[in-house]
């Protein structure tokens, strides 16, 4: 019972974060059908934008303000600087190829992937860079579920990332631009006729989704403690394999698959064997995409004949 | 159908990226100098030997120790021996391909008639057949693999012992010492882990251990669902891997968990910087050199020149050591130092004592005799300690 519960927690708590992730990709596809392979990389900047903020107020050992307030900073600077990185890559690198077909698109962004993670090694080298997040918040706070301990690190990502995609149900349901982003993904020359902002509208979602990834990499160097130049591409093949999963450009599957990709891994991990975690995972979504080839939300094209 | 061919090109797409981010290792800093003819005087005894290590990338610490005690020794030898020699350095930063890149530039600069490293296994491997032919000596201070020396690397030769020493010894010592009933062994997927694994899990069999053989990619950050699956019964999780960070990770999983078996970790994990899980062993090629008495003045300008350092420099140390002392008996018999004379000489090193506590002699194999691992264990404050063998 005590693995089943602890293979849980680790389950929910990755899933949450492959989810988050996911959102982006499938947001980006949704609006523009451009998958957008550098999205991993942005989580990879998040991170660093984390572990900078941490050494700004003193360091792991010598946090300088209340520890709450170094969180909101960590992710509020995470989410504005990563977001505002998605909208000058959209501007720059996808706006001017907008209607060249889908894999002019497709080989720049695999180019913006590399040139990020060069970039981040040539700005901050190849070495690890650490949070050391028991240093300012201890592996003992948290709370007792049983015969697992949830600690507060964990808690914080589940609520947090659980908040978020929320917030994003609710921009993309309840708001103005929620309903431009949906007009865009159903038909763009459309909305542009019907008076929307198109331009403004797909910025907004690679800000949206830039700031998610942002923040995710923020709560991935809380759990993980650890930063290099290359952690955003197993980021984003995770999470692109759980936005394909749940259904690409599905919001709700995004969040599916992530959670669906999470809680396999564990449970593989915890009652099979971690030799065989990845070859079941994968094999598992193989069959998954056999039965259902849109995805577990996904919903099939229809195609004029 | 278009969907598909699109999400096909996507995969392709992420095994570019895969590429990218697995061979990302930034640019070579090698100074290593270009071409040259051995104009050296006997009787002034000026030549150059060369240095491979990862001045620069993820292992830089490694490197730095051991280009500091590289100098150091040249510097000490050139004044205790009258000897004039360079040492030329060369960035491998741990990379086969950079170090080949490297050694290229060294067997084309006649001028070098010995180099010391490199650092890791892999390299010796791709650079050991050119450099056998071309007739340059190389001598190791932290190249560990059991193959290196069993016939294709002519002139390599090591003076820290083997992996197919360290597996078993350690997992003696576990079974000796920590008498546990159950252990987990978990491999990184790199062929440095998967054969410290092999060369440990008979040992532990055979002394009736339950064994839990796991496996993670290097890349693995997330050790939590893993560390589930240490039962109570399991006292020692066995970590041969390479990355100190992923084990320290490893190691806070463990106390998030509440679970109470001790990490194990193999020379990769020597890493006082990085590795500081409270109770954990390490075992490493190097001895601590300040509880040496004889290394006392060494360490003093070790540590006024460099400040601290690990375990990694002092074998480098004994390696530059031999080579200059080889270079120093050619130059007394009045010849010039060349590579065929140096190898010679490097062959019939006979050291009564060295920096390494112990003396320095080669087998046929170019492996040193009598050399062997040391264990530390790690302190509440993550200071390593030493345990007397």
Known sequence: MRLFLQELVTGITTGALYGLVALGFSMVYGVLKLLNFAHGDLYMVGAYIGFFVIQWFGGAAHVNIPVPLLLVIMFVLAAVLVGGLGVAMERFAYRPLRDAGRIAPLITAIGISFFLENSALLLFGSQFREYNTPEFISLSSGIQVGLVTIDSVQIMVIVLALALMLGLRLVVNRTRLGRQMRAVAGDREAAEMLGINVNFTIAATFFLGAALAGMAGVMAGLLFNQVTNTIGFIAGLKAFTAAVVGGIGSLPGAVLGGFVIGLAEAFITGYVSSTYTNLLVFGLLIVVMLARPSGLLGRAQLQKV | MKG??????????????????????????????????????????????????????????????????????????????????????????????????????????????????????????????????????????????????????????????????????????IINNLHPKAIMIVDDQEVYSTGLVSSMIPVFQQAGIKVDHESVSQKTTDFSALVAKVTSQTSVVVLPWQLAVNAQQFGRDLQQQHKSAVIFGTDGLFDPKSFTISGSYVSTFGPDITGIPADAAIVAEATSKYGAFSTFGPPTFAATHVMDEAISSVCKAGQTPSRSNVLAAVKSTNEATSILGQPITFDANGDMVNAKFFLFKIDSAGKYHLIPS
Do not use: W
């Open chain 2, 4 to 173: 598909r061919l699109i999400i096909a090109v996507a995969a392709l797409g992420s095994l570019a990226v895969a590429g990218c981010a697995s061979s990302s290792s930034g640019s070579s800093t090698s100074s290593a100098g270009g071409g040259g003819s051995s104009s050296a005087a006997a009787t002034a005894c000026n030549t150059s030997i060369g240095f491979m290590g990862p001045i620069t990338g993820p292992a830089a610490p490694v490197g730095g120790d051991q280009l500091h005690f590289a100098e150091l020794a040249v510097q000490t030898d050139n004044a205790a021996n009258h000897t004039n020699i360079k040492l030329v350095q060369g960035d491998t930063q741990l990379n086969p391909a950079q170090a080949t890149t490297v050694s290229q530039e060294f067997i084309s600069n006649t001028s070098i008639v010995g180099v010391i490293g490199p650092a890791g296994s892999q390299e010796v491997k791709a650079v050991g057949p050119a450099m056998g032919r071309a007739g340059l000596t190389f001598i190791s201070g932290s190249a560990t693999n059991p193959t290196l020396t069993t016939g294709p690397n002519p002139t390599f030769f090591r003076v820290v012992s083997k992996d197919s020493v360290q597996g078993p010894q350690d997992a003696n010592y």
